[in-house]
């Protein structure tokens, strides 16, 4: 996992910040096996903008519920969390489940709010950015609405991980544009696996973030709970009511699985 020198530091965020992301390990939380940094969001943002965007590539998850449900169904797909050099929790809910059932809890960084004040309050609008996924309509929208000046954008077909070529060239991409930061948004577990490859090979730099639809937020194609609904851990319910065709199963039938994974989890530390 990614290091962090936690020394405080004078910042515009109003949070202290780390002086150097190659210092002290970073503090981190075990939940349903993985490691989550247990780090404020005032945090995360100084680490990653204290990253040098020379750095070797190195990539952020968010995960979610449906992510960690998804991960106890499909190990192997553990590698693409494991190799990041930060894993955020993305979920009031098992947050407060997991604290309900005795079990310790990371701080939560939702991915959406994450990549807002990234893009609001860390990224210069003359840098280059590197956007993987999203309708070419809405990427101009993006840029337009957030002063976005230097924008490379691949939107990879429908299915693109089952095409060797499609999917070479979706690395490819990342690859051969360099920036500070690069956005992953073409969804779970998809993203992950790019990313990964491009951690792999080697040959690409700066920061990777799988992000989901968090873009369209910005991009004003989607819209966000109000505040506090998302605080009440209740975004899920409102996105359910704006797309119930597509979210359904994930939130009725699939995300509703972390509580019986936390409640096993807190069974086998007691009886540890």
Request: glycine share 6%.
């Given at each position: ?43 995360v943002l100084g680490w990653l903008a204290a990253r040098p965007a020379d750095a070797a ?31 955020l929790l993305d979920s009031r809910v098992v947050a407060r489940v997991a604290k309900t ?15 807002a004040h990234l893009v609001r309050e860390v990224m210069d609008p003359n840098e280059p ?144």
């Amino acid at each position: 996992m990614g290091s962090q020198n936690l020394t405080a530091t004078s910042s515009s965020f109003g949070f202290a910040l780390p002086s150097d992301p190659s210092g002290a390990a970073v503090p981190t939380v075990s939940l349903l096996g993985l490691d989550f940094a247990d780090l404020s969001m005032g945090a995360v943002l100084g680490w990653l903008a204290a990253r040098p965007a020379d750095a070797a590539f190195g990539y952020v998850v968010t995960p979610n519920a449906d992510h960690l449900v998804r991960l106890k169904r499909r190990p192997s797909l553990r590698h693409l969390y494991a190799d990041a050099i930060l894993r955020l929790l993305d979920s009031r809910v098992v947050a407060r489940v997991a604290k309900t059932a005795g079990l310790p809890a990371p701080a939560v960084v939702p991915g959406s709010d994450l990549t807002a004040h990234l893009v609001r309050e860390v990224m210069d609008p003359n840098e280059p950015v590197t956007i993987l996924g999203m309708e070419a309509e809405a990427v101009a929208m993006l840029s337009h609405r957030m002063g976005l000046r230097r924008v490379a954008h691949h939107n990879p077909p429908m299915g693109f991980e089952h095409d060797p070529a499609e999917f070479e060239r979706a690395v490819r991409f990342i690859e051969e544009n360099p920036a500070r930061f690069s956005f992953l948004a073409v969804g779970s577990p998809r993203q992950c696996q790019v990313a990964n490859a491009v951690s792999r090979r080697g040959k690409a730099r700066g920061t990777g973030l799988c992000i989901g639809a968090s873009l369209l937020f910005l991009s004003g194609h989607e819209k966000r709970a109000p505040r506090p609904v998302q605080q009440a851990g209740l975004e899920w319910a409102w996105r359910l009511v704006q797309d119930p065709r597509r979210l359904a199963r994930r939130y009725l039938v699939d995300s509703p699985a972390v509580l019986r994974l936390l409640r096993e989890e807190a069974r086998a530390r007691r009886l540890a």
